[in-house]
């Protein structure tokens, strides 16, 4: 067994939250939520499972062709991102006012410890912004969460407060259904 004196780096730079960011000079291996969080000192994004089945740590991908997606940060390495936009669960409330996915989750209390929280309000807001694209019939609206929220896990509250707050949210917005 040898140990390396020099670690291989590499140079990524990439937008997050609508800020350019980089280049900088990170371990090759570097997990994206370690950059967010020890590089960027944006913390919401958690480092769940580790093997990306949790989806705790997903964030939002704006890709160049308009179209957006999550993707995990425990599992994808920092510089997968370079020279893409990403959106993190800090992006969201803006002028110190909550988004319409989080008041929806505090007006629910659809978290008890949080851990899973950013996870769910990235995915609950690609779902919205999808919605305002392609509405869902009020009959295929439980299909649509379920395949939106579905793989986030949650040990605290069973997910039933995190789909009733996604339901009357799109419910309540007659552009979504």
């Not at 179209?67 to 110190?96: D, L, P, Q, W, Y």
């Not at 008890?112 to 609950?124: D, L, M, P, R, V």
Request: aromatic share 8%; hydrophobic share 35%.
């Amino acid at each position: 067994f040898s140990r390396r004196r020099d670690m291989e780096t590499v140079q990524i730079s990439v937008t997050v939250n609508g800020r350019q960011t980089g280049p900088h000079t990170i371990p090759a291996g570097l997990a994206m939520v370690d950059f967010l969080n020890d590089y960027l000192g944006l913390t919401g994004t958690k480092f769940g499972c580790g093997i990306g089945v949790c989806h705790a740590c997903v964030v939002i991908v704006d890709e160049p062709d308009g179209t957006s997606r999550t993707m995990r940060t425990c599992i994808n390495g920092a510089a997968t991102f370079a020279g893409k936009r990403v959106r993190t669960v800090e992006a969201h409330a803006k002028e110190g006012r909550l988004s319409e996915v989080q008041q929806a989750f505090v007006d629910h209390f659809a978290f008890q410890c949080g851990y899973c929280t950013s996870g769910f309000i990235n995915e609950a807001t690609l779902l919205l912004e999808d919605l305002a694209r392609h509405p869902v019939s009020t009959e295929g609206l439980e299909e649509r969460i379920e395949a939106s929220l579905g793989d986030h896990l949650c040990r605290c509250t069973g997910y039933v407060r995190y789909y009733e707050a996604m339901r009357k949210l799109i419910l309540a917005d007659p552009r979504l259904t």
